[in-house]
């Protein structure tokens, strides 16, 4: 199949650093977007950045303390668009059709397959009509070990494919998994330099499950400009910088229903708007008619959270135009979002410093011991368990940044965060009461630890802001094992 052929786009853009305009310059009503910003904090929705483009420049961004624009951050299922191009980049070269059913590709798998699993083909993983019962989350299969791909055949096909919407990101993995079959290469390593590189994208990082398969559904970490970059190729028709990435076709089909009236292929599909949305509400959200794109961040309970926001606010505030002064008002207010919160302890917290050790009572965490190194500027935390020491640096004046390996999938939507960034500070609540908060900035979760002393006793309790599962463990318990004091001129 030959590459479909246009004229540029008015508004296409170079793949190196996006232009910047006033709102009021690109007719973006300000007022209304503060408006709009107000709505979401008065409805307690924990919005960690955002990205407003319209026509050919961005009008608006903010990034709240501790997120950065030049920080990537997981984007959950905003992964399953990025992973639809790389179906239509392969339909486009003829490689593959919409109509080849999957064990084509897995001819290893007809012998045990039932005849309904068998019929399942490329489009009904797209459309999220598999035959599947019920959805399938990757905060399950990451904690599988063994091939996934064999976890997907294994998965009971209950209705005719083709026939029931069931959102999976199964599904979106076997997508996944046909790339490699088709290309010899994974779906990360196919993309780079046919997508991400011509769009600008750099540093981005793909999880890859125990098939080396990259997971289709999930596991992409980008930044938010670059999700931003993601949405201005669509609205511009597949067309980047004079040069087609992808066939304006494939666009319009991934970006319209496709068996059902709210989804295409990989694409959630709205009144006057298609989007690529992640759990916790990571979302791009593309405007045709208003030539506009705007990409959220997040820490909500879902897209529908959010929604009547978007909908009391969107598209109105992208063409009703604004004033200068409004312009400069949500300007500062975004830029405020970059001041940390302060360290607040009480007044009369411990004074005492040193190691303090805590053996710990049997859990089902299998953690056997907490280690808590105290100096004048911060607290090291220590947890012990099975896998090692995880050692986490909390500021009791400023914030931490350091990297993390301490275990938490439980709470974290499954994934381990290994090796991840962190920013940690510390305060006394009382003189028997210290609490620990953890922000790790590549993702939407933040962990609160509160530690109660009572003697030689000790509680922890752990909690995260959002989650798909648990947001607490349950309440450990310790004795405590030693205690060195450190004075001036000891080691730390």
């Known amino acids: 199949m030959n590459k479909s052929s246009h004229t540029p786009h008015p508004y296409a853009v170079s793949a190196s650093a996006l232009p910047r305009a006033t709102p009021s310059e690109r007719h973006v009503d300000a007022g209304a977007i503060s408006a709009w910003l107000d709505s979401i904090e008065a409805a307690g929705l924990e919005l960690h950045a955002m990205m407003l483009w319209r026509k050919d420049a961005v009008v608006a961004e903010g990034w709240r303390w501790p997120y950065q624009p030049q920080s990537r951050r997981m984007t959950h299922s905003v992964t399953k668009s990025v992973t639809a191009c790389a179906i239509g980049l392969l339909v486009n070269e003829g490689r593959l059709s919409l109509d080849d059913r999957i064990t084509s590709f897995f001819p290893e ?123 201005i190729l669509h609205l511009q028709n597949g067309r980047w910088n004079g040069r087609t990435l992808l066939p304006a076709s494939w666009v319009t089909a991934a970006t319209q229903p496709q068996g059902t009236p709210t989804y295409g292929y990989h694409w959630v599909v709205g009144d006057g708007y298609y989007a690529a949305l992640g759990v916790f509400v990571q979302a791009v959200l593309v405007f045709p008619e208003q030539e506009s794109v705007l ?170 802001n959002i989650n798909s599962g648990d947001r607490h463990w349950p309440t450990l318990h310790a004795d405590l094992l030693s205690f060195q004091e450190k004075t001036a001129g000891t080691p730390a």
Request: aromatic content about 8%.
């Open 295 to 464: 990409v959220l961040q997040g820490a909500m309970e879902n897209s529908a959270a959010i929604l009547p926001h978007i909908r009391q606010y969107f598209p109105h505030a992208l063409i009703a135009g604004g004033k200068a002064s409004e312009d400069v008002a949500l300007r500062n207010r975004l830029l405020s979002w970059k001041k940390p919160p302060p360290i607040a302890p009480c007044e009369n917290f411990p004074s005492q410093k040193g190691e303090t050790r805590w053996h710990m009572h049997d859990n089902p965490l299998d953690i056997s011991g907490i280690v808590l190194d105290t100096t004048p500027e911060m607290i090291r935390f220590t947890l012990v368990d099975s896998t090692g020491a995880h050692s986490i640096q909390c500021g009791l004046t400023d914030w931490i940044h350091g990297i993390s390996t301490m275990p938490g999938a439980s709470l974290h939507h499954g994934y381990l965060l290994r090796d991840t960034p962190v920013v940690a500070g510390a305060r006394w609540l009382s003189t028997d009461c210290l609490e620990l908060v953890w922000h790790f900035p590549e993702t939407a979760f933040r962990d609160t630890i509160t530690l109660r002393f009572s003697g030689t006793r000790l509680t922890l309790d752990r909690e995260v």
């Open 109 to 231: 798998a007809k012998a045990t397959s039932g005849e309904r699993t068998a019929k399942i083909t490329v489009k009904h993983l797209l459309e999220m009509r598999t035959g599947h019962a019920s959805e399938v989350s990757g905060s399950i299969w990451r904690g599988i070990r063994t091939s996934w791909t064999d976890e997907f055949f294994r998965i009971p096909v209950v209705n005719d494919p083709g026939t029931t919407y069931v959102y999976s990101s199964a599904a979106s993995y076997m997508l996944s998994a046909i790339v490699t079959r088709v290309t010899g290469e994974t779906l990360h390593a196919y993309l780079r330099p046919r997508l991400f590189l011509p769009l600008g994208i750099h540093g981005e990082h793909w999880d890859i499950g125990p098939d080396g398969i990259n997971p289709g559904g999930n596991g992409l970490s980008l930044t938010t400009e670059d999700m931003l970059r993601l949405g």
